[in-house]
C-alpha cells in the first residue's frame, strides 16, 4: 500500500529565506502529484500539480518537481513571506489505483 | 463563481444520531470525494464517485454512507455505527475520470458531544 512522508513535519524560517519541503512515496510507480496549501481551519488549495508526462511545475515563487525513479517531490519557495504560513501538503496517484494518497503535510511558519 | 461549498461549517451530533453533511460543486466535474482529517495525519479517503448513480469505498467506509443522485451534489451521511467521527471532513472534485488536478470545498468540522 502507497505510503507518503513529508519531512520535516515543522519548518520555522525567517522571512526572505527559500526553503524546500520534501515529500516521499514507498511506491515510486508515481503517475502524477499534486503539492497543496492549507490554513487552519479551511479547506485544501491546490498550488501545483505535476502531471504524468512532467518532471515540474512552477507558478511565481513556487516549483514543485517530481523525480518518479526515487518516489520523491519537492517544493521550492523563493522569497517567503509571512503569508506564506501554512501547512503544505503532497498528494500523489500512483500507476495503480484511482486516487490520491497524502502526505501528512509540514507546518511551516514565516517569521517577519 | 465556481466552486465547491460544504455545509454547514461546524456540525455537533449526540451519540447515536446520523447526520449529513452536505457537499455541492458547480465546477461541472464528474468525480467527487469524502475525506477524512485527523490532526497530525494525512487525509484518509472515505468514499469516491465518478458518475451519477455510482459510487466506490475508499480506506475507511465503514460508518458513513453516500448517494450521488446528481452530478453537483455528493453527501455524505455519518452514521451511529461510526465509533469516532469526531474529525474535519473535507470534499473535493475533479474534472473527468478523476486523473487531474483535485479541489477542495471549505470542510465541516463535525464534533460528538
Known amino acids: 500500500k502507497q505510503e507518503v512522508t513529508q519531512i520535516p513535519a515543522a519548518l520555522s524560517v525567517p522571512e526572505g529565506e527559500n526553503l524546500v519541503l520534501n515529500c516521499s512515496f514507498t511506491?515510486?510507480?508515481?503517475?502524477?502529484l499534486q503539492w497543496f496549501r492549507q490554513d487552519p481551519g479551511k479547506g485544501l488549495t491546490s498550488l501545483l500539480l505535476i502531471q504524468s508526462s512532467q518532471r515540474e511545475q512552477t507558478s511565481g515563487r513556487l516549483n514543485a518537481s517530481l523525480d518518479k525513479s526515487s518516489g520523491r517531490s519537492t517544493l521550492y519557495i523563493a522569497a517567503s513571506q509571512p503569508g506564506d504560513s501554512a501547512t503544505y501538503l503532497c498528494?500523489?496517484?500512483?500507476?495503480?489505483?484511482?486516487?490520491?494518497?497524502f502526505g501528512p503535510g509540514t507546518r511551516l511558519s514565516v517569521l517577519p | 463563481d465556481g466552486g465547491i461549498t460544504q455545509s454547514p461549517k461546524y456540525l455537533f451530533r449526540k451519540e447515536g444520531q446520523n447526520v449529513t453533511l452536505s457537499c455541492e460543486q458547480n465546477l461541472n466535474h464528474d468525480a467527487m470525494y469524502w475525506y477524512r482529517q485527523d490532526p497530525g495525519q494525512g487525509l484518509r479517503l472515505i468514499y469516491y464517485s465518478q458518475i451519477v448513480n455510482d459510487f466506490q469505498k475508499g480506506d475507511i467506509a465503514e460508518g458513513y454512507s453516500v448517494s450521488r443522485e446528481k452530478k453537483e451534489s455528493f453527501p455524505l451521511t455519518v452514521t451511529s455505527a461510526q465509533k469516532n467521527p469526531t474529525a474535519f471532513y473535507l470534499c473535493?472534485?475533479?474534472?473527468?475520470?478523476?486523473?487531474?488536478?483535485?479541489?477542495f470545498g471549505p470542510g465541516t468540522r463535525l464534533t460528538v458531544l
Open positions: 511506491d515510486s510507480a508515481i503517475y502524477n
Open positions: 473535493a472534485s475533479t474534472y473527468g475520470t478523476g486523473l487531474g488536478e483535485q479541489f
Open positions: 498528494a500523489g496517484r500512483d500507476n495503480y489505483g484511482q486516487n490520491f494518497v
